[in-house]
């Protein structure tokens, strides 16, 4: 078995690929895209027959190199284009705003299409009145494109018009993946007294968890989403929440397994952050267990290989191991470092 030796300290990992690297990104579109894309191919911009993701660099509130995927970008310029929607973007402000600074420090300006009166958040934005695509605003959005391929500051453009007609507003918000969380799909549902519950799709449709600030959502109830294609999700959803109480709402464990990723007489000693995802690629963990000598991809053990904490079975289902343990010293002594991998993870 591998011994407990030490190790210099951890520090991010570089990016898969160079910053502004192109790399195949998402094929899912909507038809407000499909719409935009015809309108601005008839007006002779030139755009990527394909969706492309964008290696940027390190995003520090969420640990990671993120590949972002615009909804277009141009040929032969470093430009994108990206269409917000209210009824999605309306509450993803200081998220897109993110998203804008990470693709311009990859060398890329955004060029964004603001409907239903959105605030710009960026100097090439068109700000549309109508809630969906408009004859005036593909002009105006052709001509930031123009300033931006140019180089030429940008002016935000404002498109008046009528705005779109009220009609009644579902209960269940729009169902968009999560950017920074692997296998979440957000959502939101309104109670019968007006509070917005925050929630999640995990696992691509496993199960319903709950989104407790930063942290990775709580474990609600299963679902049986995974076989249905997400454009049907809303029909299934909606019905079950309708037939749901509040009470059923809460969260009932950290993970569909429990609470602990870890078990054993000490694993109460390792520091489980509460943005761990168990989707994800990887983790490093710190512990304080005493006694520990070696340690295999399941468990970390003794001098007389008694388990002194063991990867939880659900956790190893998922492909969940031990890579490597590691002795660190800090200003309050010393610990362990213990880095998880997980097989099989694809992004």
């Not at 990671?64 to 269409?83: G, H, M, N, S, W």
């Not at 692997?182 to 696992?203: I, K, P, S």
């Not at 474990?219 to 299934?236: E, F, G, T």
Request: aromatic share 8%.
């Amino acid at each position: 078995m591998p011994k407990i030796v030490t190790k210099p300290r951890w520090t991010p990992p570089e990016p898969s690929h160079p910053i502004g690297t192109l790399l195949p990104g998402s094929a899912e579109t909507s038809k407000l895209e499909e719409q935009v894309r015809a309108r601005l191919t008839a007006a002779g911009v030139q755009l990527h027959d394909e969706r492309l993701g964008i290696q940027c660099g390190f995003d520090e509130a969420r640990n990671r190199y993120p590949v972002l995927t615009p909804d277009f970008l141009i040929l032969d310029a470093k430009v994108c284009i990206e269409i917000d929607p209210a009824n999605i973007h309306a509450d993803r402000v200081d998220q897109d705003k993110v998203r804008n600074a990470l693709l311009a420090a990859a060398g890329w300006r955004v060029v964004r299409l603001r409907l239903g009166s959105l605030e710009a958040i960026g100097e090439w934005d068109v700000v549309s009145d109508s809630g969906t695509l408009t004859v005036a605003a593909v002009p105006a959005l052709v001509e930031a494109i123009g300033d931006a391929v140019a180089g030429r500051p940008g002016v935000v453009r404002t498109v008046k018009g009528k705005p779109a007609a009220p009609r009644k507003k579902s209960r269940l918000g729009a169902i968009r993946e999560d950017e920074y969380k692997f296998g979440v799909h957000t959502v939101r549902w309104t109670l019968d007294d007006g509070e917005v519950l925050d929630l999640a799709v995990v696992d691509n449709g496993r199960y319903l968890g709950r989104v407790m600030k930063s942290e990775f959502p709580r474990y609600v109830r299963p679902l049986d989403l995974r076989d249905i294609p997400k454009d049907d999700w809303r029909k299934a959803l909606e019905p079950l929440f309708e037939g749901m109480e509040p009470s059923e709402f809460e969260p009932v464990s950290t993970f569909p397994w429990g609470d602990s990723l870890f078990i054993g007489p000490q694993a109460g000693t390792i520091y489980l952050k509460d943005k761990f995802s168990p989707f994800g690629p990887g983790e490093v963990l710190t512990t304080n267990l005493e006694g520990v000598h070696e340690y295999n991809a399941a468990a970390i053990q003794g001098a007389d290989h008694a388990v002194l904490a063991e990867l939880h079975a659900e956790a190893i289902a998922l492909g969940w191991e031990i890579e490597s343990v590691s002795l660190e010293s800090g200003r309050n002594g010393e610990y362990q470092r213990v880095v998880l991998s997980r097989k099989g993870f694809e992004a």
